[in-house]
């Protein structure tokens, strides 16, 4: 079978797997079959597209696996001394984090739910950690009677709350702190930065550190974190000498934000690079904590949808509408991420248009600049790369039912989240 190169087009003489680590758009193993279509886990993805309808997401479980083990090797060729956790919030999907459960991940959860899903998809409670700017206190009490293992504290409320709250021993807790640095990351994902709804400032970190000792709290280690989508390495270390200032504890979370390609021409930074900016100033004993969470699904997952409308406006441009757009990808709306789209069974670039959804909204647009070929009415149209934040943020925005969730490997699929229906939208009304 005929590979695809990074530009999407037919390979000749070369390897059938895409690059790998975070450099390949599609995920790994991705290849055109025989008849010139798209497989995404040995899967046709027009066949699953007739199977499973569109809009649907598709994953490579195979992929989410390599990427799993890739970041669990880059720290411990490094390091003895620290743990991965996967952020939930880029795919809170139970079948997902079971993946992750048996590969050795801890999981970083940050709300009730959260939290709910880890459990029950077999997270030891030791293996959690629970985040929040604003956690209730039915959220604090699920966590202390689950026995999450650690909680990461992030106001003087929490922690007058959480220390109220405790049980008879000492809750073990991170102080996440704001460090007052800002990656060239967009704006909505920067958390690290003075002006920021994250964490404890500096400046009040060591009455911080005493209230929590007052409040009777095992103060464990230290926790920030920078930003989403990170192409900077440096700002890892500069994170990691901030904390130290602050004092020596055995644990340092210095969060996550690994950057991923999402169009031809991102080159990410390999997870290897990521992992030694990471622990290269961490004083020898302490344990490194990271949080990644967009480079473990977000290349591993695709987007399907079928091609409804095909709107030539002469001198101006051409529209593609699809059968999805902003309820099950709000990414390129909410702060402007950039996608590419293919053609499954055409994967060529010879006519620009806009790819755009099916919603009540001018600015229901997928790819603002696509370049396809021949797109025409009931054509499988894929995004790559929408791993990560598209079934997390999905909505029933125009009372639209969020797509199912397929998981593939070596040509075989299933479902591990069923498509919604119509009466899924009335199941709540009282």
């Known amino acids: 079978m005929a590979p695809l190169d990074n530009q999407g087009s037919v390979a000749q003489a070369r390897p059938a797997e895409l690059p790998g680590g975070v450099a390949g758009v599609y995920p790994l193993g991705s290849r055109l079959n025989a008849a010139g279509r798209l497989e995404v886990g040995g899967c046709d993805t027009l066949e699953l597209a007739r199977e499973f309808g569109t809009p649907v997401y598709v994953y490579a479980e195979d992929d989410l696996r390599s990427r799993a083990r890739a970041t669990r090797e880059a720290f411990a060729e490094r390091t003895e001394h620290f743990e991965v956790l996967y952020a939930s919030k880029a795919f809170p999907c139970t079948a997902a984090l079971r993946i992750f459960a048996e ?74 702190v704001t460090p007052g640095i800002t990656p060239d990351t967009h704006r909505a994902i920067q958390t690290g930065q003075e002006d920021s709804k994250f964490g404890i400032p500096l400046t009040e970190a060591g009455e911080a550190i005493e209230r929590c000792a007052q ?25 990691t000498d901030v904390l130290r200032n602050i004092g020596e504890y055995p644990l340092l979370n210095v969060g996550g934000g690994f950057g991923i390609a999402y169009t ?33 699904v977000g290349n591993a997952g695709v987007s399907l949808y079928t091609v409804g409308t095909v ?28 996608y590419e789209a293919d053609l499954v069974e055409r994967m060529g670039d010879s006519d620009p248009c806009r790819v755009v959804g099916m919603h009540c909204e001018t600015g229901d647009v997928l790819v603002p600049e696509a370049a396809l070929e021949g797109p025409r ?25 969020r797509p199912p969730v397929v998981f593939c490997r070596d040509g075989d699929a299933r479902v591990v989240v069923r498509r919604e229906t119509y009466d899924d939208l009335t199941a709540r009304d009282v």
């Open 103 to 176: 590969e050795g991940l801890s999981c970083d959860v940050a709300s009730g739910g959260e939290l709910h899903l880890a459990l029950g998809a077999g997270f030891d409670p030791e293996r959690i950690y629970m985040h929040g700017n604003n956690k209730t206190e039915a959220e604090l009490r699920l966590a202390l009677d689950s026995r999450v293992g650690h909680l990461v504290v992030d106001s003087f409320d929490e922690i007058e709350r959480l220390g109220r709250l405790g049980p008879g021993g000492a809750q073990r807790v991170l102080l996440r």
């Open 215 to 239: 409040a009777g709290l095992d103060l464990r280690g230290l926790h920030a974190h920078i930003g989403s989508q990170v192409s900077e390495l440096d700002v890892y270390g500069a994170l």
């Open 311 to 338: 709107k030539a406006i002469p001198g101006v441009r051409t529209y593609v509408a699809v059968d999805g757009g902003m309820s099950d990808n709000i990414r390129p709306m909410l702060y402007g991420a950039v």
């Open 377 to 401: 009415p009931g054509d499988v149209l894929v995004i790559p790369a929408t791993g990560a934040y598209g079934h997390a943020m999905a909505s029933n925005y125009n009372a639209v039912p």
């Open 264 to 296: 031809r021409h991102d080159k990410p930074h390999a997870v290897a690079d990521y992992a030694e900016a990471m622990v290269s100033r961490v004083p020898e004993g302490v344990k490194v904590l990271c949080e990644p969470g967009r480079s473990l």
